[in-house]
Structure formats: structure tokens, C-alpha cells
């Protein structure tokens, strides 16, 4: 009984075990091809609707809803203001970036070795260290592994915001907040402590009690520019205290740029599929939208058939794991089972293939009927043959 017990307790995990992987892969198969069916059929249509532009200065209405490529000056419309600390730009947008000096924690996993009745072995464990860097965001440290002495604070917390151009445009177009997010900020704006609307925000900033700042004019690596750094708390630029808090304020200028996007009326909007592809492009480089499609369509393609692989073996351990469950707790209940000649372990990779085989054929049916159905008609055909042979 005990015997019995213990095989049905191992089955039972089994299946789950086994069940997690069948649904798993199964899963993973149908967001593949539903997720290749998007990508072809979106940069495709993205190559057969890009426009490239000769007139940077007009809008022509036949191109709404098409992808234009063109290369023009972006021009900022009204003036951006730091809401918090009242410092103005005339550039497309403004960025306050907010950076705060914390405890990290990093872990790593070591292998050791060990011997268990004269065996060599090898077991794992985790290794934490810690480091103080800064963070764009506090660090919780009640999460760490040891937070004794690892405790962190923040002598305040400022909101990170961007500030957008209002009519901010490329050549005929406006642009979107979210292609203006593309544009990377290169120059750091000088801090007015003694404006009245500095004045205002600070108070906000140090509402919960008084912070020592200090206004610091430095270079920051990566940055190729000096900045004028806002400075919360007791430490310095080069010595900073657990809790110390940086801000600088950062505006992109206007400059020349290379597009690709969406022709929305008369606003550039991303031009992205219903799924996870976007072929939306800012930069300040030349590009080449077609070799980029043909770029996409190419990973693409790699990337459907290592997941087909990928979804495939899953589905097939998730198949070999039940059916071993399976005929092991017919045996151990005596029930009397034929194993097939070509073995328990060669049926659950047939098992699985089929499986495989089936979910990639309805999913083809399903989003490309003129290659899914015959592929399904071809796939029960031979399963009836398979049936067949093997009753005689």
C-alpha cells in the first residue's frame, strides 16, 4: 500500500509537472505563429505604404495614415517650463532628472563542490554583496537579503517629469509626445536659485522638513557638458551621503533629424502593429527604412523557428512525462499494458509531435488559411494512415 501510495503521489506531481509543460509549450506555439503572422503582415504593409518625402514644407493628405521618411529641421513651438522649479527652455522638451545616492544589493550564484558517500557532487548558494551607486528611484532595502547596514533613506524625493514644445514640429508635421521622447536632451540648464518660482518649488521640494543644497557646476560622465546640479543633502559630488539627492534640469535643442512614422493628419505619430512591432525611427543619422524592414523580416524568420523548436520540445517532455506516469501506475495496479514497440519514451516524442504539429496547423488555419488548411488536411491524413497501420 505504501508502495502504491508513493507511485501515486509521484504520478499525481508528474502530471502537473508534465501538464505545465504541455500547456506551456502549447502556449508559447500559439503566440509564436500568431505573433510572426503580425510581423509579416505588418512590415510588409509598412514597405508597401512608406512614402519617402521630397517637400519638407507642405502636408499632402494622400499620405494620411502612411509611412513618411524624410529628414528636416524640428523646430520648438511655445516656450517648455519646469513646472516644479520654474526654469524655462525653447527647446523641444525639458527633463528633470532626479538621481538618488542608495544601498544596492547583487547576488550571484556560486557553484561548490561537495562529497556525499564518497560521490563528487555539486551544490548551489547564492552570495550577496553591496555597493552604494546612484539609483533613479529609492531602493527599498527592507527587501535586501541582510539590510543591517545596508539601511537606506532619502533626505527628499522629487518627481521626475518631462515638459513637452507645444506646435513642436518636423518640417510640415507636428510631432507626438512619444516621438519627441526619442529625441535625447544635450545641454543641461543653468539654475536660477534666486528666481521667485525656484524659490516656490524648493519650498515644495523641503516641505517635510529643512534639506541642506547646494548648487554644484560640474561634468557628469557620460555627459559631454558641464551641468548645473541642484544638491540635496549633507554629502558632495564626489563624497555623497546614503540619502543624498542630485537633480539637474535638461532640454534638447533644436536640431536636424531623420524620421520615420506615421502620417496622422497633420501629426507624426509611431507607426507600430497591434502586436509588439514598431518600425518607428528619430534619429539624428541618416537611415535606411527599407534595409531596416528587411532587417525585421529576417530576425523575424529566426526567431518563429527557434521558437517552433523551443515550443516543440516542451510540448514533447510534457508528453513523455505523462505517459511515464502514466504506465507506471498501470503497472504498479496491476492492469496488464501492451508497451508500444517503439517504446514509452519514442511514443511521447511522437505524442508531442503531433501535438506540435496540430497546434501549428490550427493556428495557420486559423490566420493564413491557404497554407493552415492543407497543412491540417495533410496532418489528419496522416494520423488516419498511422491509426490504420497500426491495428493490423
Not at 210 to 223: C, F, S
Not at 362 to 378: D, E
Request: charge should be negative; charged fraction near 15%; glycine fraction near 8%.
Amino acid at each position: 500500500m505504501n508502495n502504491t501510495g508513493n507511485i501515486s503521489q509521484s504520478g499525481c506531481i508528474g502530471r502537473l509537472i508534465g501538464a505545465a509543460l504541455l500547456a506551456g509549450g502549447i502556449a508559447l506555439l500559439i503566440f509564436n505563429e500568431w505573433n510572426h503572422h503580425d510581423a509579416m503582415q505588418f512590415y510588409n504593409q509598412a514597405r508597401e505604404a512608406m512614402v519617402e518625402l521630397t517637400d519638407t514644407t507642405t502636408i499632402d493628405p494622400a499620405n494620411n495614415g502612411k509611412l513618411v521618411t524624410y529628414s528636416a529641421w524640428a523646430t520648438p513651438g511655445q516656450a517648455v517650463v519646469d513646472p516644479l522649479y520654474g526654469i524655462a527652455s525653447n527647446g523641444m522638451l525639458i527633463r528633470r532628472d532626479v538621481q538618488y545616492y542608495q544601498w544596492c544589493e547583487q547576488s550571484e550564484t556560486k557553484r561548490e563542490t561537495v562529497y556525499r558517500d564518497g560521490k563528487k557532487d555539486f551544490t548551489y548558494r547564492s552570495v550577496y554583496s553591496y555597493y552604494k551607486s546612484w539609483q533613479y528611484s529609492p531602493v527599498n532595502s527592507n527587501e535586501f537579503n541582510n539590510p543591517e547596514g545596508h539601511e537606506n533613506h532619502v533626505v527628499t524625493e522629487v518627481p521626475i517629469n518631462r515638459e513637452y514644445s507645444r506646435d513642436a514640429r518636423l518640417g510640415p508635421y507636428r510631432m507626438s509626445h512619444a516621438l519627441m521622447d526619442s529625441i535625447l536632451p544635450d545641454v543641461t540648464l543653468p539654475i536660477d536659485t534666486t528666481a521667485a518660482a525656484f524659490k516656490r518649488g524648493n519650498a515644495t521640494v523641503t516641505a517635510n522638513g529643512a534639506v541642506p543644497w547646494t548648487l554644484l557646476h560640474k561634468q557628469l560622465y557620460p555627459r559631454p557638458y558641464t551641468s548645473d546640479i541642484l544638491y540635496y543633502g549633507t554629502g558632495t559630488l564626489e563624497a555623497p551621503h546614503i540619502g543624498d539627492v542630485r537633480v539637474m534640469i535638461e532640454a534638447s535643442s533644436p536640431c536636424r533629424l531623420w524620421v520615420a512614422a506615421k502620417a496622422d493628419g497633420d501629426v507624426l505619430q509611431p507607426y507600430k502593429s497591434p502586436g509588439l512591432h514598431d518600425i518607428t525611427h528619430v534619429s539624428q543619422a541618416p537611415i535606411n527604412v527599407e534595409e531596416q524592414i528587411k532587417d525585421q523580416l529576417q530576425g523575424n524568420v529566426m526567431l518563429e523557428w527557434t521558437l517552433r523548436v523551443i515550443g516543440w520540445i516542451l510540448v514533447c517532455c510534457g508528453a513523455c512525462f505523462v505517459l511515464d506516469i502514466l504506465y507506471g501506475l498501470l503497472r504498479a495496479t496491476g492492469v496488464l499494458v501492451r508497451v508500444p514497440a517503439m517504446g514509452e519514451r519514442t511514443l511521447g516524442w511522437a505524442v508531442g509531435t503531433f501535438i506540435t504539429l496540430g497546434v501549428i496547423a490550427a493556428m495557420l488555419c486559423a490566420l493564413s488559411p491557404r497554407i493552415g488548411v492543407p497543412l491540417l488536411a495533410l496532418l489528419i491524413g496522416a494520423t488516419i494512415v498511422v491509426g490504420h497501420y497500426n491495428r493490423e
